[in-house]
C-alpha cells in the first residue's frame, strides 16, 4: 500500500515543483543574457542556421533582443526581434497560468484552439520567410 502511494504522489511532487523550477531556470538563463553581452564575440554560439545558409531563422538575433531588454532598450530589443519582444507575455502569462494551476490543483484544458495554433505557425514563417527578403530589411537582426 504505502508503495503505491509513494507513486502516485510523485507526479504530484513533479506537478507542483516543475513551473517554479523552470521559472527559477529562465530567470537564470536570462540573468546570464544580462551580464553576457551577447552582440560580443565569443560568448555565445551563432545560429546553425545561418552559418550555413546565411539565412535568419525566426529567433535569429533573441539573445540580442533579451540583452536589450534586460538594459531596458525596448528599440533595439524590437529591432534584433520583434517576434519575441510579441511572445514574451504571452510565454509570461502562460507560465503565470501553469504556476497557478500547479498550486490549485486545477487540471489543465486544451492548449488553445487548432485555429489559434495554426496562426502562430503562420505568422512564426510569415516573419521567417519575410525577414529574409531585401524589402523587409527592417526585420532582420
Known sequence: MK???????????????L????????????????????????????????????????????????HALTHGDLGA???FNV???LALPYLAFTWAAWLRRSRTGVPRGA?????VLWSVLCVVVVFWVLRNLPPFGALAP
Open 83 to 85: 517576434l519575441t519582444v
Open 111 to 115: 492548449v488553445a484552439p487548432a485555429w
Open 19 to 66: 513551473p517554479p523550477v523552470i521559472g527559477a531556470a529562465a530567470a537564470a538563463a536570462l540573468l546570464v543574457v544580462a551580464v553576457r553581452d551577447p552582440g560580443q564575440p565569443g560568448h555565445y554560439p551563432s545560429c546553425p542556421l545561418y552559418a550555413v545558409s546565411g539565412l535568419y531563422c525566426p529567433g535569429c538575433g533573441t539573445l540580442r533582443c533579451l
Open 77 to 79: 530589443a524590437l529591432g
Open 3 to 17: 508503495r503505491a502511494a509513494v507513486a502516485r504522489s510523485r507526479p504530484l511532487i513533479q506537478e507542483r515543483l
